[in-house]
């Protein structure tokens, strides 16, 4: 998530530059590989302090893998886009098919939240739930992160919901004013169970 400010050029209005060859596409089968490789990379940075590298290793063994990405590429009642550029850095897992190298990933859920303080939480009804929303350290500042915001509340609102809801942790500061900067707004609170652990997150929303 980019509420950093990096060092990428700037326009005349003192917005960053977008790189002309970067695109927003909804993820296909063949990026599974590619998307389990990027969420690797980005989970961590969006993690508390509380959790340990054991934490963190558990819980991208459980729900970032290969395998559960392509579940999640093809189960109706999700969307998975990816923000992908043209060069390719050594190093980085590249597009499947296209040569490109994805620096971002958004999934939304398309059903209702089973949590109660979420349901309880949000105003507008039908909702998509923002589940995943990352982008690369080094892509941080460089404007691709509401690039690919805008893509995610359109694929929302083409879906049929009124709004879009997440859950961020109460610890990361720099989401949260990435978030409120896209016209989310807190309305509640939720526990986030991984592992041994329960977290605290703060419960977003926005109509789209």
């Not at 109706?76 to 590249?94: K, M, Y």
Request: proline residues 5%.
């Amino acid at each position: 998530m980019s509420a950093d400010r990096g060092s990428a050029p700037r326009s005349a209005t003192g917005n960053p530059l977008l790189p002309a060859n970067a695109l927003v596409r909804q993820a296909t089968a063949d990026d599974a590989a590619a998307l389990a490789d990027l969420a690797a990379a980005t989970f961590p940075l969006a993690c508390p302090p509380v959790m340990t590298e054991d934490d963190i290793n558990g819980y991208i063994a459980e729900h970032l893998t290969e395998v559960r990405f392509g579940s999640y590429i093809t189960t109706a009642e999700r969307t998975v886009l990816v923000l992908e550029v043209s060069n390719v850095d050594a190093g980085d897992a590249p597009a499947a098919g296209t040569g490109g190298r994805l620096v971002g990933y958004s999934m939304l859920i398309h059903t209702p939240p089973l949590d109660v303080e979420v349901q309880a939480a949000l105003t507008l009804r039908p909702t998509s739930m923002l589940s995943k929303f990352y982008i690369r350290a080094d892509a941080h500042g460089s404007g691709l992160s509401h690039r690919l915001m805008d893509a995610t509340l359109s694929a929302a609102a083409e879906n049929g919901s009124r709004a879009v809801w997440l859950s961020v942790s109460e610890e990361n500061v720099r989401a949260q004013k990435f978030y409120a900067k896209n016209g989310f707004r807190t309305v509640g609170g939720m526990n986030f169970p991984t592992g041994r652990l329960i977290l605290r997150d703060f419960v977003l929303e926005r109509a789209v």
